[in-house]
């Protein structure tokens, strides 16, 4: 089942590729949150289909590698571009440097439902958050249209 996580990123990636032109790279983040979201709430839900919650969840961490560099393009500008994606790759590659570590700890003290559960948390507080970030920029930037 694992391996149906990488051609989904691969996937969703040259979907984005072709699409990406027509929208703001708000959107990509934005997708990519719910889809990493939903993948792990089917999980945690215990959706039998496991394959689909894969899916969506290999979708959205595919397309997250876009956004990450794509957006903080569009909304900083080429010249702070460089200062920022270094601030913004420090804690995510720390926090992919613990997360063994941490999922472990998660499974030992909560069980795997129980780490699901902190995940799906931290993921709808990543579209919660990426949410705000659209507010913030629709009210500064003419070209990000309004989410609803």
């Known amino acids: 089942m694992g391996a149906i996580v990488g051609p989904c990123q691969v996937g969703a990636r040259a979907i984005e590729m072709l699409i990406s032109r027509f929208h703001h790279p708000i959107w990509t983040k934005l997708a990519s949150t719910v889809f990493v979201a939903a993948g792990v709430g089917l999980l945690w839900t215990g959706f039998p289909i496991v394959a689909a919650a894969l899916v969506f969840y290999g979708c959205g961490i595919g397309i997250e590698s876009i956004a990450r560099g794509t957006l903080p393009l569009a909304v900083f500008g080429e010249q702070r571009y460089p200062s920022i994606i ?10 992919q440097a613990a997360s063994p570590s941490l999922g472990s700890m998660l499974i030992e003290r909560l069980g795997a439902h129980g780490a699901l559960g902190v995940l799906l948390a931290v993921a709808l507080t990543n ?8 507010g913030v920029l629709s009210k500064h930037a003419r070209s990000v249209p309004t989410l609803l």
């Open 86 to 95: 270094g601030r913004i790759a420090m804690p995510s590659l720390v926090m």
């Open 127 to 134: 579209v919660i958050l990426v949410i705000f970030l659209f």
